[in-house]
Each structure stands twice: as C-alpha cells, then as structure tokens.
T-cell receptor, first 110, second 112 residues
Framework: QKEVEQNSGPLSVPEGAIASLNCTYS??????FFWYRQYSGKSPELIMS????GDKEDGRFTAQLNKASQYVSLLIRDSQPSDSATYLC??????????FGTGTSLTVIP | SAVISQKPSRDICQRGTSLTIQCQVD?????MFWYRQQPGQSLTLIAT?????????ESGFVIDKFPISRPNLTFSTLTVSNMSPEDSSIYLC?????????FGEGSRLTVL
C-alpha cells in the first residue's frame, strides 16, 4: 500500500469554479501535511501546510485535514487558468521524512 | 523559505559520461536532500546529504552511481555517474526549513 494516494486526474474545471483535490495517507501517526503546485517543466512549489484537523485558508486556497479519516484535501476557489498545474500531496510523520503522492493534474478551462 | 540555487539548470549529456550538479542555499540548513523526477512521474528520494559524512541512500540508489558531497551547511553536489538514457530526469535539491520542504529549480538532464 502506498503511503500517499492521489487521483492522477486529469481534473478539468471551468474558470471560476471550485477545484477539489483529494489525498489519502496510510500512516496514522502522520503529523504534517503539505500541498505543492508544479507547473510543467518547473520544480514543486509549496502552497499550503496543515498540521491540525479542520480547515486552513490562504487566499483562494483552503486545505482540509481529517486525521480520523486519513484524508487531506485542497480546494481552489475561483479557479483561474494559471492554476493549471500538477498538485502534489505530501505527508510527514518524522522530521525530515516526506512521502509524496503521484500528483493530480488540474486543467482550468477558460 | 530558503532560496535554493541549482546549476546547471539543464544539460544534454553523452552516454557513459558523468555530470555534477551543484546546490547552493542562502542560509544554513540541517537537512538537505536530492530527489529525482522522471518524465511524467512523481518525486523519488535519492539520498539525504549529510554534512561532513557520507550520504544516506534510499533503496535502489548507490554511492557509486550517485556520489554526493556536502562540505558545509549551505552547499551540496550530486554527481550522476556513467550516465545512460534511463538517467534522463529532473534532479532536485531540497532543504527543510521550519519543518517544511523546499525545492531548488531543478536540473534537467537529457542523456543521449
């Protein structure tokens, strides 16, 4: 069983809609959760970190964590074509150890 | 977040040659890692670069193929030795800062 699982997509949403990206993880002792955005040909960029159950909002992005269900999600409100990228979920339960999902490809259609 | 500079940003290499990638961080960091991302794939950890000692390699990666140096807390190199087309990838330097992992711009290697 993979540590971190994501639907590979592609996920397509119209401009202005909410994009919902989901991630599940296997290790119950995981403590830290991250979302990265990776544009084609570029390196991953950290966009959100979340450490406790509930929602964390940053601009148009909201990360949601449910440790009981071992589930973390990223919502992108008012999606823009510039949000088109691959989104990587990462989980850490030991400082310095990070487990990455395979990423979800998002396309925002103008 | 830390500023991480890698060079070269890209290179085209001949089979059988070796290439060294440099990673420079703008601040001292304890944890530094090297990742590989093959075309269309997610990230694979190659090794942890340990300051002043031998790197810690993940399963499937060996020192003879991927020698790593880390002479101080701001600099590391990764060498890809005796390259084959299967080594064509993006190689990423990354560091941990306040518990978060940050990546350099990556080095895109194409082996012919």
């Amino acid at each position: 069983q993979k540590e971190v699982e994501q639907n590979s997509g592609p996920l397509s949403v119209p401009e202005g809609a909410i994009a919902s990206l989901n991630c599940t993880y296997s290790d119950r002792v995981s403590q830290s959760f991250f979302w990265y955005r990776q544009y084609s040909g570029k390196s991953p960029e950290l966009i959100m970190s979340i450490y406790s159950n509930g929602d964390k909002e940053d601009g148009r992005f909201t990360a949601q964590l449910n440790k009981a269900s071992q589930y973390v999600s990223l919502l992108i409100r008012d999606s823009q074509p510039s949000d088109s990228a691959t989104y990587l979920c990462a989980v850490s339960h030991v400082v310095g150890q990070f487990y990455f999902g395979t990423g979800t490809s998002l396309t925002v259609i103008p | 977040s830390a500023v991480i500079s890698q060079k070269p940003s890209r290179d085209i290499c001949q089979r059988g040659t070796s290439l060294t990638i440099q990673c420079q961080v703008d601040s001292q960091v304890t944890m530094m890692f090297w990742y590989r991302q093959q075309p269309g794939q997610s990230l694979t950890l190659i090794a942890t670069a340990n300051q002043g000692s031998e790197a810690t390699y993940e399963s499937g990666f060996v020192i003879d193929k991927f020698p790593i140096s880390r002479p101080n807390l701001t600099f590391s190199t990764l060498t890809v030795s005796n390259m084959s087309p299967e080594d064509s990838s993006i190689y990423l330097c990354s560091v941990v800062n306040t518990g978060e992992l940050f990546f350099g711009e990556g080095s895109r290697l194409t082996v012919l």
